[in-house]
């Protein structure tokens, strides 16, 4: 069940709750990977693979670990059920409707057009975040990735089983940003005339018209409130408090 944020920054064990959901999992840019426990579980895990960490992962903790508490032990029950359970009961996925299907093909060539494009240069990837090669690299696939997640999450939704903004909103939402994002790389790319206008423009096309249909599918998704993204003002007074500790 994926989490979605009722407009409070919660903080557990030092982590924000939540937080990697809706980001653009672009580690390198962000401020708070310090406060992401899926980025310390992967630097957990690459450190482990290295035989230089592999002592400091392995060594004890400083304190005993706490007991879990009778509501995390009581999730963990229910999900060890569902996973050995048989999934028979459960209804079969919808398939999103079709005057939708046109979306996700749209994202998907834009996704192959970008892609090929960035096959022809030297290299992308090794670009800092502050370059647009490196965001129209980070967000060509994310784009496609998350359309693809809002629009099966909106076919299958069933509200009357959550209690909170849905998930589809978030998803859509991480994908307008990267469109924006996106956008304005292109536009600084044939600034620099590292491409020319000509060869952006079908690609710019493709972004223009994503947004405008996810605008439209999605009219919320631009209020759906990201964990600690979309709250500094709850971030920093929950580490004000934090450091008052």
């Avoid at 459960?90 to 046109?102: D, L, N």
């Avoid at 939704?157 to 959550?162: H, K, L, S, V």
């Avoid at 423009?201 to 493709?206: G, M």
Wanted: hydrophobic share 40%; charged share 25%.
């Amino acid at each position: 069940m994926p989490f979605a944020p009722r407009g409070r920054v919660e903080l557990r064990n030092g982590f924000i709750v939540g937080i990697f959901n809706y980001c653009d999992r672009w580690c390198e840019a962000c401020p708070f990977t310090a406060r992401c426990r899926l980025f310390a579980d992967m630097a957990e895990i690459e450190a482990s693979l290295d035989p230089g960490l592999k002592a400091l992962v392995e060594a004890p903790p400083l304190e005993p670990t706490p007991p879990p508490p009778p509501w995390l032990e009581e999730l963990l029950q229910e999900m060890d059920k569902a996973i050995h359970e048989p999934a028979n009961n459960q209804p079969p996925e919808r398939p999103i409707p079709p005057e939708h299907a046109g979306i996700e093909r749209r994202a998907r060539g834009y996704c192959k057009r970008a892609y090929r494009w960035l096959t022809a240069l030297e290299s992308a990837a090794s670009c800092g975040p502050a370059d647009p090669r490196a965001v129209i690299s980070r967000f060509h696939t994310l784009i496609a990735a998350k359309i693809h997640r809002a629009l099966h999450g909106l076919a299958n939704d069933a509200p009357e089983d959550r209690d909170w903004p849905p998930d589809y909103d978030g998803s859509a939402k991480v994908a307008l940003l990267g469109i924006e994002r996106s956008h304005a790389a292109w536009l600084e790319l044939v600034q620099q005339g590292v491409t020319s206008d000509a060869h952006a423009a079908p690609l710019i096309a493709d972004l223009v018209w994503l947004g405008e249909a996810l605008e439209l599918v999605f009219p919320n998704a631009r209020a759906f409130v990201r964990p600690a993204f979309d709250e500094p003002d709850e971030v920093s007074r929950l580490l004000a408090r934090e450091r008052r500790r």
